[in-house]
């Protein structure tokens, strides 16, 4: 071969280069540390080298361990209650939203404010609107003459419900965003075409909008669920996982293993079950995609076939 | 503050005075030197930085102050004490982390610098320090590992420590003519009694909240009630008669208390207090400086204080911070004269009278310290009854602390039963303890 063909094909690799060794630097190597950091009994006053190794104990630790079984359950009903109701709300909202309405600029800037507040000063506000005494909604109930408030935070079912009002009304914005993009951008001759067929309103969005858009819903979905999954500091400043541990989440677990228990290598087994957890939860929605994309190419396929005979 | 300047002045004068009998200037070796100390935010230490100017006038020795909120000290010292050279010469600590600078050898047993005459002031008189704090804070390795004993030696020194102390207003006191609880029978039946007499007011301001809260409040009741967690052999006992004593107190304390008392934490059991929501407060001292504060506070000039009511035995709180050299630090001989410096008796009584938590009996008796700081007589009596041992500072102590506390919260909150939880408390805290090797020798 000669030196120039062989230039030629190393070009390509050399164009990859510095993207690969930027993904080694910041993203192998900090997995690979908290991979091995999960094998060690690691307290902070040590340096990584000075830990014992340990094996798998940490990992099954965690599987004997109660709180951490809670913490894990908590997580799941969390981030499947609020993205569920985040979904509905947010598609909801950007088909109502979906036309010319005068000031829509400005009324769509209203409704994603809550997602552009810091999540440290959602928490302070939530939290001083859950007060007992003082706050906003029991205020209201007792002035509509109810004897108590309602035990916002101290009451292990209510403060569930708390962290997830509190994490819908923030996080439905993102979902309205993306949808309300993805239905601008919809062919309009497919819904000019079933306006002339006579479609009702209810069949254009369920038959023709919701199916157009669901690669982008499907999107918005895998990144709102990831996201829940690692929701931290609104539910650390409102209820601090408590009462009990009825909203202890996982990342709020894995921030006291590090900071309060001084245990390094539980904390680093802990991130990465949460990781595989979401990997699982990544590969199978790329999964379903992908079973649906090839679906939809067979059916695009003998509706062509059909179209020839 | 005109008095503040008199007493500093005095103090100034005073050891200028010893100095010049002395003839030579203990401090000339290390003139012109820079000490780089680590200090929390916190109103003891604010205090120590209006006083710290005059260490450097004295001295000629520069301090530079490096002051972190008091959780993100321990991610920082952890840091820099695992350097090789560190940049700090001296650092404030929290009691929990003597258990792991000890044990990791990352803080200077004092042992030498008091054996060196060139370093060591006579006049020095240790025996005033209050020995609860410095039990608790200071000296490790003797019973326990943690406390003081014949094996155990000095690593740091109590500055800005604290101790629990009972608050109440003395006009709802007065107008019902009721007595300042001096027992625990005495103090649960009050806080019953006072959302009666006052429809709306709480009893006693405590916290409660899931965690650390929930376990610290319960702490303060089971010392006194004659508990301990731990037995001299490392069984957990936090589920004997004692223990279940202490958790229906505190039930007691927050099903009679302010509105929202189950998620009280410190500062919201302290805000229900200074608002007039609750008729007692039983918590730290350091929360005695804010009392008579009228930005903060609507109940000033109607505070009294007590001693923290006996049950069995009389066992207050101990705790908050400690002063000591790293074994890292670069200046480790000018850093011991400014450990000396702040907790001698006139730095004591200076950051005293700046609003600090004094460390000497004698301070606490001080007539210049009381003229602006009344209350620090009854803390005085109060501190003799302080209890080094009222909780276990190990390092597995803070897995054992947060499911303590989240399990009292279940029963402050969803009605468990409180032996049942206390028996899942002691169970998990042996498979920790065993965990850690406390069992080895049994």
């Known amino acids: ?309 | 503050m005109l008095n503040f300047f008199k007493t500093t002045g005095a103090a100034v004068a005073g050891l200028a005075l010893t100095a010049g009998i002395a003839a030579a200037n203990p401090y000339e070796p290390y003139e012109g030197q820079t000490l780089v100390v680590n200090f929390p935010a916190h109103p003891h230490f604010d205090a120590v930085l209006e006083v710290l100017p005059q260490f450097t006038e004295e001295t000629g020795i520069r301090v530079e102050v490096d002051q972190l909120q008091y959780l993100k000290m321990r991610a920082k010292q952890t840091l820099e004490l695992t350097k090789n050279k560190g940049d700090y010469d001296l650092i404030a600590y929290v009691v929990f982390s003597k258990a792991d600078y000890v044990y990791a050898d990352q803080l200077e047993n004092l042992a030498k610098y008091f054996m060196n005459p060139a370093l060591a002031d006579p006049n020095y008189d240790a025996g005033d320090l209050i020995d609860g704090y410095v039990a608790n804070v200071g000296v490790a390795g003797g019973e326990k590992g943690y406390l003081p004993g014949a094996t155990g030696s000095l690593f740091g020194m109590p500055f800005g420590s604290e101790t629990s102390i009972l608050g109440y207003r003395k006009d709802i006191f007065e107008k019902h003519g009721l007595e300042v609880p001096e027992t625990y029978d005495e103090l649960l039946a009050l806080a019953c009694k006072i959302p009666e007499l006052e429809p709306g007011m709480g009893g006693l301001a405590s916290r409660a909240a899931s965690g650390h809260h929930a376990s610290h409040a319960f702490l303060l009741h089971l010392a006194p009630l004659g508990g301990r967690i731990f037995d001299s052999e490392w069984n957990p006992i936090v589920n004997n008669a004692a223990g279940v004593e202490a958790a229906e107190a505190l039930k007691t304390i927050v099903e009679c208390g302010a509105e929202g008392a189950q998620t009280f934490g410190f500062a919201e059991a302290g805000a229900s207090f200074l608002q007039g929501n609750s008729a007692m407060f039983l918590d730290s001292t350091v929360f005695a400086g804010q009392v008579n504060n009228p930005s903060k506070s609507k109940v000033v000039g109607k505070i009294g204080w007590a001693p923290h009511p006996a049950g069995v035995r009389a066992g207050s709180q101990t705790g908050g911070f400690g002063i000591g050299i790293p074994t890292n630090a670069q200046n480790k001989e000018a850093a011991f004269l400014l450990m000396q410096w702040l907790t001698s008796k006139q730095a004591d009584q200076a950051i005293a009278i700046a609003g600090g938590n004094p460390s000497r009996f004698s301070t606490h008796a001080d007539a210049d310290v009381l003229a602006v700081h009344p209350h620090l007589e009854v803390f005085g009596e109060a501190l003799k009854n302080a209890d080094p041992d009222w909780r276990p500072i190990i390092p597995v102590w803070g897995k054992i602390n947060a499911d303590l506390g989240t399990s009292l919260s279940k029963v402050l909150t969803e009605g468990d039963d409180i032996q049942t939880a206390l028996d899942g408390v002691a169970e998990r805290a042996r498979r920790i303890m065993d965990d850690a090797g406390y069992y080895t020798w049994q």
């Open chain 1, 1 to 309: 071969m000669s030196a120039a063909a062989r230039a030629n094909r190393l070009t390509p690799y050399l164009f990859l280069a510095p993207a690969g060794i930027i993904l080694i630097f910041a993203l192998l190597y900090p997995i690979g540390y908290m991979v091995y950091a999960s094998f060690l009994d690691w307290s902070p006053s040590q340096r990584i080298g000075q830990a014992d190794f340990i094996g798998l104990r940490n990992y099954t630790n965690l599987l004997t361990d109660a709180a951490f079984g809670e913490s894990l359950w908590v997580t799941v009903k969390f981030a499947a209650v609020v993205v569920t109701l985040e979904m509905i709300i947010g598609v909801g909202l950007a088909l109502l939203l979906d036309r010319n309405i005068r000031g829509m600029t400005f009324l769509r800037t209203i409704f994603i404010l809550p997602m552009m507040i810091a999540p440290i000063v959602v928490g302070l506000m939530w939290r001083y609107m859950y007060h007992p005494t003082v706050g906003i909604f029991n205020r209201t109930l007792k002035s509509w003459g109810m004897d108590e408030g309602i035990p916002w935070l101290s009451d292990s079912t209510w403060s569930f419900f708390a962290v997830v009002i509190a994490d819908v009304w923030q996080w439905t914005p993102f979902i309205f965003i993306l949808s309300l993009a993805a239905m601008q951008s919809l062919p309009r001759s497919a819904l000019e075409a079933a306006e002339i067929d006579g479609a009702t309103e209810w069949q254009k969005i369920l038959l023709i909008k919701l199916p157009l858009m669901m690669p982008v819903l499907i999107v918005t979905l895998m990144l709102r669920l990831i996201d829940a999954f690692k929701v931290l500091e609104v539910i650390m400043v409102l209820t601090n996982g408590g009462p009990g541990l009825s909203t202890e989440i996982v990342a709020l677990r894995i921030f006291r293993t590090a900071q309060e228990f001084q245990e390094l290598g539980e904390a680093a087994a802990m991130s990465n079950i949460l990781l595989l957890m979401l990997m699982a939860l990544t590969i199978g929605m790329f999964i379903y995609t992908k079973i649906q994309e090839s679906r939809a190419a067979k059916m695009r396929k003998a509706a062509e076939n059909a179209g020839d005979l």
